[in-house]
């Protein structure tokens, strides 16, 4: 299995990164064409790779460096909710309706073809719970054999099993972000809603640390789990796991207001400036149904991926800039220039009848509370 992937990127570049490890190199055309049609390392790349990640075993060099080939996209992220389905009944789950729906796997095969050909190198791989889905491993694999730096949005209880466990320390993600519900059993099984739950977080998270898996926490901080941030902070530095907040609650994908009452107002932070993003241009994502949209939050309009394979993903930019353009009772507003919050999650929080400030921050514009 390759130690090595070069990959065409962004504006003309390309780019050199190894799975599991941090860093890359920055290649030049010239230089990816010579890797492109080598057969053995050249020197210049072996001690520029040994200079980042150590002596690496690049030979035999067609079996350990992965040259992947020129697309005609500029698609290089991607996001693939494998199912909605979930182990746990999060208060505050965006999702909703949790079922338990997926692609049979040749639909599933055809959808990774196709997202290598568009030339994805970053995945992530979310759900729901992506580690009970009954082809996480055979999807994991597949993409991971195709040259794909994968990483793993999950709430770490599965991550002891030895089958998982497996895979991800032979082949090993670029990133497996955990989410954390609480610092003791009775918060964290609480906000779950599931019994048990803190008990086999604690024993994933063991488990991948032993391993040596690139961890990071996302500490869930709602009306439950409040009490106990210093706590989930102090449980991040004990085991040595570098940690973000996530405070801000949102609707769920389909508008609905149940996920709200969990917000913690005391942590209520106002979003960083909105100034436009890629969605839709370079990165997107795919749903359980093989269904290709901007981004997680902007669903519709949307393309069916594995009907209408590569070609249809052109209809995405032009998809994006109209969604993203500011509507409603957005288009008169002379301070939307500095507000935080992206078109597609402000239409979610009006359909959901969310109070003003939830969404909008301008403490200038009258707040509208009632549910």
């Known amino acids: 299995m390759h130690d090595l992937i070069v990959s065409p990127y962004l504006d003309g570049d390309h780019l050199v990164v190894s799975p599991g490890r941090q860093g890359g190199l920055r290649l030049s055309r010239a230089k990816y064409d010579e890797l492109a049609h080598a057969d053995e390392p050249p020197a210049w790349l072996a001690e520029a790779a040994a200079g ?4 690496l075993a690049l030979r035999p060099y067609r079996e350990k460096v992965l040259v992947r080939p020129l697309t005609g996209y500029e698609y290089v992220r991607a996001t693939y909710e494998l199912n909605l389905g979930c182990n746990y009944d999060c208060e505050h789950c965006y999702l909703g309706v949790k079922e338990f729906k ?50 793993i949005l999950s709430n770490g209880s599965k991550l002891h099993e030895p089958k998982v466990l497996d895979l991800l320390t032979t082949h090993r993600p ?14 964290y099984d609480g906000l779950t809603r599931r019994p048990g739950s ?31 941030v210093t706590k989930m902070q102090a449980l ?27 917000q913690s107002v005391e942590h209520l932070r106002k979003r960083k ?11 997107f994502h795919v749903d359980p149904h093989g269904t290709a949209s901007i981004c997680k939050i902007g669903r519709e309009p949307n393309v ?3 009907e209408e394979g590569a070609e249809g993903l052109a209809r995405l930019g032009q998809i994006a800039d109209s969604l993203l353009l500011r509507q409603g009772g957005c288009t008169g507003c002379t301070l939307q220039g500095t507000c935080g919050t992206c078109m597609p999650l402000v239409q979610l929080y009006r359909q959901a009848k969310s109070p003003l400030a939830r969404y909008c921050q301008h403490r200038e514009r009258e707040e509208v509370n009632t549910p």
């Not at 889905?133 to 993409?143: P, Q």
């Not at 670029?174 to 918060?187: D, L, R």
């Not at 400036?273 to 990165?283: D, E, I, K, L, M």
């Open 236 to 262: 991040a530095d004990g085991w040595g796991i570098p940690y973000v907040t996530f405070v801000n609650m949102s609707p769920t994908i389909y508008g609905g207001a149940e996920t709200l009452p969990s």
């Open 102 to 151: 997926s692609l049979p796997w040749p639909d599933r095969e055809k959808m990774l073809h196709i997202l290598r050909d568009v030339g994805v190198l970053w995945l992530q791989l979310t759900g729901g719970e992506p580690t009970i889905d009954r082809l996480f491993c055979e999807t994991y694999g597949l993409a991971y054999e195709m040259g794909m730096m994968l990483s």
């Open 174 to 187: 670029h990133e497996i972000t955990v989410s954390v519900y609480g610092a003791t059993e009775a918060a």
């Open 304 to 306: 069916r991926l594995i």
């Open 52 to 55: 980042l990640w150590g002596d």
């Open 273 to 283: 400036v909105f100034t436009g993003c890629n969605a839709g241009h370079t990165f």
């Open 198 to 228: 803190f008990r086999k977080f604690h024993k994933g998270v063991s488990a991948a640390v032993e391993a040596g898996l690139p961890l990071k926490f996302s500490l869930i901080v709602t009306n439950h789990s409040a009490p106990e």
